[in-house]
């Protein structure tokens, strides 16, 4: 299905924040994405169990497209029963795959984290921040899945019984860290993903610059349900 036509079917609603830790200036990211048909107001309460979660590696150069709260400084973790402003943003190519997912399981709701909240599109760049953070105390918490989140980890990973973990953070070894992380955090769990790399965490990137390898992604995921 082409993106003009998933546009008519789902938004997409993001937390965006600015991540405060001692030692380096404030942080543009993106703690969550909500892809849905539902409307706003029934995701925003927090009550609606997700068809799936996908994890995967940053959210890339994602922003908002309308006002709202986007810019709040924030340290982590977040106090219990923080309530996650969302707001609408622009789909991208990963986005559009996942919707298609969607299509294909006649799902509504699919809520998109990542082994980091870091906004940054460029990969060598986002890999050194995350190696800076690291140094620092309590530069790990730009991870949802930090020991620091545990609280809010719980409640982001929540969806309906048996429905899967899809991952897609991609092949880079600098993500060994924070994969295998993430991985800790949903040992045991059902996990569709597609392997590459040299190491075993390592997983296909949703979106791959080839149209060829777009489907063959997308067709490899649907038949591990």
């Known amino acids: 299905m082409k993106a003009a036509e998933l546009k008519k079917t789902f938004r997409c609603y993001g937390h965006?924040?600015?991540?405060?830790?001692?030692?380096?200036?404030?942080?543009?990211?993106?703690?969550?994405?909500?892809?849905?048909?539902?409307?706003?107001?029934?995701?925003?309460?927090?009550?609606?169990?997700?068809?799936?979660?996908?994890?995967?590696?940053?959210?890339?150069?994602?922003?908002?497209?309308?006002?709202?709260?986007?810019?709040?400084?924030?340290?982590?973790?977040?106090?219990?029963?923080?309530?996650?402003?969302?707001?609408?943003?622009?789909?991208?190519?990963?986005?559009?795959?996942?919707?298609?997912?969607?299509?294909?399981?006649?799902?509504?709701?699919?809520?998109?984290?990542?082994?980091?909240?870091?906004?940054d599109p460029k990969s060598p760049s986002f890999i050194a921040k995350t190696k800076v953070l690291a140094a620092l105390p309590g530069g790990g918490s730009h991870s949802l899945f930090s020991d620091a989140r545990k609280n809010e980890r719980e409640m982001m990973l929540r969806r309906k019984p048996s429905s899967p973990f899809i991952l897609g953070w991609g092949q880079d070894a600098g993500l060994i860290p924070l994969a295998k992380q993430c991985l800790s955090r949903i040992a045991g769990e059902k996990v569709i993903t597609v392997p590459a790399g040299n190491d075993p965490v390592l997983t296909a990137h949703p979106s791959p610059m080839l149209q060829s390898k777009k489907e063959e992604w997308l067709k490899t995921i649907l038949a591990s349900f």
């Open 16 to 119: 965006f924040y600015r991540l405060h830790v001692e030692g380096i200036d404030p942080q543009l990211c993106r703690s969550v994405l909500e892809i849905t048909s539902l409307p706003r107001e029934e995701i925003c309460a927090g009550t609606h169990l997700a068809d799936a979660v996908v994890i995967m590696m940053n959210p890339g150069s994602s922003r908002p497209i309308e006002d709202g709260d986007t810019n709040s400084l924030l340290s982590m973790p977040l106090a219990d029963g923080f309530l996650k402003p969302l707001v609408l943003t622009q789909p991208d190519n990963t986005q559009y795959q996942i919707m298609r997912i969607m299509v294909s399981k006649h799902w509504n709701h699919v809520r998109v984290l990542n082994i980091s909240d870091l906004r």
